[in-house]
């Protein structure tokens, strides 16, 4: 087969789930009692059957919202509208873990070995939207590099509007909270968890009180405590449809027959760690975990990378290393190179080029050959370039678009295990 045919085979089958995962569970007042501090006193509500004016006195408690639009918090209610009320001002008898909503996510929405490890929810904020609020479109700001996803409960109060939109590779889903919880013939919460990095808004409230919880969702690098109730079982992840088309790439003699490198622009962007020295520990997404699952069970070598573009060249660099455009000695081209080992991404045609700081011509180790299976749409930003729509200002982290470069080995020589790294 024709190389061409080849990679667009290999896209066509990563299997792409939706990037978030919902459902609803029945409550009682035991889950939906919410206490909260006002001024030198306490109040309390029962969210599940809270009184118009138990929701305004909860309203008139809350702050006005801020967001981050890179390392500022903002205050702007064209863009936010909202109340919100930080994590040490009240106390919800509500628990995500027993109510088995952990669970449901961490099945739903990680799969391999990721499934093993522990998933820790930390509640974030209170919100309540009321008539005329909303939140226009923006990714939830990265709080440390291994939190993946962010959690929303919404309670049964009465509202109207305030759906959740998500939008991700020009698909788009709602979350209509107000018409689910409505819809349950029992008391019900409603959730939703997605990915953090996916966009997002919440369209406006037309009358009465959305309140919801929000929670960051940590993956940690240790077993899981606990062992999933049986009832919960872990969504079968598909590999088999890409795993097949690798292996048959693979097997092809005419497909990278000198060997050289497949790369794949992921679907999701990853948080960048803004402390320098500290490895990143990336907790990769949807079909994206999937293609890095299958190149590491078919030795094709997979790295996190990142690729910046410097003067009409492309450098990839690992995706550990965190750079910014500071003024190096050395000029920026020849820093990537050497101290963070960077490679020069060519097609297979193109001639080596001339190295833009020295105007020699580079050597053919610092280029490397590569067929992109899904097309890198945004280059990598330098850290300090960097300004977005968030949920909070980000002092820590930021996400990068990244990509996974594979290597392959010559034919014959393909399955070769690598040396672990
Ligand atoms: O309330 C929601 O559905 C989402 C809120 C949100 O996006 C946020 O607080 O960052
Ligand atoms: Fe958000």
Known sequence: MATQEILAALEDAIYRQPPFCTGTIPVSSRDTTLFYKQGESASWLDLSQATEDQ?????????PATFGLGQRDVLDETYRKAGKMDSDKFLTSLDVDKLGIVARVHV???????VEKTVNAELYKLNVYEKDSFFKTHKDTPRGDTMFASLVVAFPTPYEGGALVLRHNDEEWTFDSAALTREQAKPSIAYIAFFSDVDHEVAVVTSGHRVTLTYNLYLEDTPLREKLPASIKPVAADDSVFHTALSKALDDPSFLPNGGYLGFGLSFKYPIGLVEGRAAKHVLKGSDAMIFRVCQSLSVRPRLSAVYEVEELRVLVSAYY????????????QT???EF????????????????????RLEREECIRMEWVTPLTTYSHFCSDYIAHGNEASAECIYADLCISAEVGPFGRRHEKCPSE
């Open 322 to 333: 965190l750079v910014d455009n500071r003024e190096y000695e050395e000029g920026i081209f």
């Open 108 to 114: 739903q929405l990680l799969e391999g070995d990721d």
């Open 336 to 338: 990537l190179l050497w």
């Open 55 to 63: 929701l305004q006195a909860l309203a008139d408690a809350c702050e």
């Open 341 to 360: 080992h960077g490679k020069i991404v060519l097609n297979f045609e193109e001639d080596i080029p001339l190295n833009p700081d020295t105007r020699t």
